[in-house]
């Protein structure tokens, strides 16, 4: 896995673990790794995959995740700075 980034999302007190990764690509996926006792594989999933899998610490992780970058920007979603599309309008009739 050369030239992908990752970031830990959760270490379960069995030893499981996930990281959050991008690829050289661009492509985001969740790396699992498996205990040494389950076999210590790993497994990657796409994120859509991911999340559909329940709502397990591993996966509240993931949204925390998610929700930082929405705290460490509060006032962008609203006005488009970070990007004009994704702005919110108001009582245009539009989402």
Not at 13 to 41: E, M, T, Y
Not at 73 to 92: D, F, I, K, Q
Request: proline fraction near 5%; aromatic fraction near 6%; include cysteine.
């Amino acid at each position: 896995m050369k030239d992908t980034q990752s970031r830990e999302l959760y270490s379960s007190p069995n030893g499981d673990r996930w990281h959050l990764c991008k690829d050289a690509s661009g492509i985001v996926f969740v790396l699992h790794q498996a205990n040494i006792p389950s076999g210590g594989q790993t497994s990657r999933i796409e994120l859509g995959d991911f999340l559909t899998r329940g709502y397990g610490p591993e996966q509240q992780a993931l949204v925390q995740m998610i929700g930082t970058l929405i705290e460490a920007t509060p006032g962008e979603l609203l006005t488009g700075e970070g990007n004009p599309g994704l702005a919110v309008s108001r009582g245009s009739g539009h989402a």
